[in-house]
């Protein structure tokens, strides 16, 4: 089975611009979370998608948002992106069978914000 | 709310000397704990997973990991380090059923020859 997939790995933005951020899960896995890691704040979640519904939001602004399509890939969206905005966004899917569904984790998308 | 503290942001031990990584949990309710493993510009990989059961957990590469509930503790261990566990480690807390997770600040660990 093929692993989680992010697009682009990497992105240069400036201040003011908008991006989009692209995941596609493992088949078969319905549920998708992005994480934000910065050498600052570390790793903190961002939100989670299920049936293209939103099930879980974390902490961020109104600019950080996210969306899944019928067939579970997942975009998130930053608006107007700010210095602070440089990361690596990662995206896990998972299972939705069993009373634990492991993440899975892809290799990440690197944002610099200039 | 949950939180994890890895206490020690880096460490370093000689090759085939003890890994110890130390993890401590806050969970208003039993935990789902992680240990994962980060390679430079890599994402997460799970090295192995407390659900519920068997507190001495097992995992890849040789790690293992203690669930004690008294000391809210979750220690990575391994016996004897290699070369090519050098990376960052990341303990993790999860709610039962929730797809969230909350990391600790991580720990680099360093493997000198």
């Known amino acids: 089975k093929a692993g989680v997939t992010q697009t682009p790995r990497y992105l240069i933005k400036t201040r003011g611009q908008q991006v989009t951020l692209s995941c596609s899960p493992i088949?078969?896995?319905?549920?998708v979370s992005w994480y934000q890691q910065t050498p600052g704040q570390g790793l903190q979640f961002l939100f989670e998608?299920?049936?293209?519904?939103?099930?879980n939001k974390g902490n961020f602004p109104g600019r950080f948002s996210g969306r899944q399509f019928s067939n579970s890939r997942s975009e998130m969206n930053v608006s107007t992106l700010e210095l602070g905005d440089s990361a690596l966004y990662l995206c896990?899917?998972?299972?939705?069978?069993?009373?634990?569904?492991?993440?899975?984790f892809g290799p990440g998308t690197r944002l610099t914000v200039l | 709310a949950q939180s994890v503290t890895q206490l020690g942001s880096h460490v370093s031990v000689s090759e085939g000397a003890l890994v110890l990584l130390r993890c401590n949990y806050s969970?208003?309710?039993?935990?789902?704990l992680f240990w994962y493993v980060q390679y430079p510009n890599q994402g997460l990989q799970l090295l192995l997973k407390y659900t519920t059961g068997a507190t001495l957990v097992k995992g890849i590469n040789g790690f293992e990991a203690e669930f004690k509930k008294s000391e809210t503790s979750f220690h990575l261990t391994k016996p004897s380090a290699h070369m090519s566990d050098a990376a960052e480690y990341f303990c993790?807390?999860?709610?039962?059923?929730?797809?969230?997770?909350?990391f600790g600040q991580g720990t680099r660990l360093t493997i000198n020859p």
């Open positions: 969970s208003s309710v039993p935990p789902y």
């Open positions: 993790a807390v999860g709610d039962q059923g929730a797809q969230k997770l909350v």
């Open positions: 088949s078969g896995h319905r549920s």
């Open positions: 896990a899917s998972s299972s939705t069978t069993g009373s634990y569904n492991e993440q899975f």
């Open positions: 998608y299920f049936s293209e519904t939103q099930r």
